[in-house]
């Protein structure tokens, strides 16, 4: 049995078992977590090395300082993200994936190359759907 049969059976064999996905659902809490752009895309940006919010801002386009801030406390209070405050003047803050956090690279490399083969298609999507919205 290849890898790919292996996730297929696993992902399979859960969807059996849980056949509602309602707010009790163990995938609804995870996604509640992580479950945004902003989320992923912090989360991201965390995976090889420690970083300054600064430093997340200008990695993560688009993302303003009031969502950075906002997504920052949500992954402190989940514990996927950890905070270092150096006692300096001005003062120095750092955030770093936790243990838990890093649990995270595989499924998240997993969409990565999933969006990498499916690249052309998500594009073709994203435009259109872009479009619609423009013209609503």
């Known amino acids: 049995m290849t890898n790919e049969e292996k996730k297929k059976s696993r992902i399979e064999k859960a969807v059996d078992i849980k056949s509602r ?13 992580i479950g945004n752009k902003w989320t992923l895309l912090v989360i991201m940006s965390l995976i090889k090395e420690k970083k300054r919010t600064h430093q997340i801002q200008e990695e993560v386009i688009g993302i303003s300082s009031k969502v950075l801030s906002q997504t920052l406390k949500k992954l402190l209070s989940f514990k996927i993200v950890t905070k270092k405050i150096y006692p300096v003047v001005p003062p120095k803050v750092e ?3 936790t243990e838990f956090g890093k649990t995270l690279i595989n499924p998240l490399d997993s969409l990565f190359i999933w969006s990498l083969e499916n690249e052309t298609t998500i594009r073709d999507l994203y435009e259109k759907n872009s479009k619609k919205k423009s013209a609503d």
Do not use: R
């Open 95 to 97: 955030y770093s994936l």
């Open 21 to 33: 996905f309602d707010k009790n659902c163990i995938i609804h809490q995870s996604l509640q977590l």
